[in-house]
């Protein structure tokens, strides 16, 4: 069972950037595929950015691209997102996912993924 910890939250005026990190408690973790979403008060999950488990494959959700990095650090067992340029729309509590498959079918899906953290605040002032 891999357990997935957020950290890096907080808030940020709008047009600034914080990096959100995703350490995983087993070194299983980098087989696996890596995930972020976000969910905002009265919005479902929605799917944010992915890396697949060797990081040779990512997709970004429209909303994010160009602004958005996801990376990983195979020695640290941990996934980054790097955010910039930032929105008050970007508000919401980001999540972190690990997904057992190594293909890229679905990876938006929230149903895809095998473990989850706890999530971590982050809000944007306009």
């Known amino acids: 069972h891999v357990q997935l910890v957020e950290s890096g939250g907080g808030l940020v005026q709008a047009g600034g950037s914080l990096r959100l990190s995703c350490a995983a408690s087993e070194r299983s973790f980098r087989n696996h595929g890596a995930g972020w979403f976000r969910q905002a008060p009265g919005k479902e999950r929605e799917f944010v950015a992915v890396s697949n488990w060797n990081g040779g494959n990512t997709l970004y959700a429209d909303s994010v691209k160009g602004r958005f990095t996801i990376s990983r650090d195979y020695a640290k067992n941990t996934v980054y997102l790097q955010m910039n340029s930032l929105k008050h729309e970007d508000t919401a509590v980001y999540y972190c996912?690990?997904?057992?498959?190594?293909?890229?079918?679905?990876?938006?899906?929230?149903?895809?993924?095998?473990?989850w953290g706890q999530g971590t605040q982050v809000t944007v002032s306009s």
């Open positions: 996912a690990a997904d057992q498959s190594q293909s890229m079918v679905a990876v938006r899906d929230v149903s895809r993924y095998d473990y």
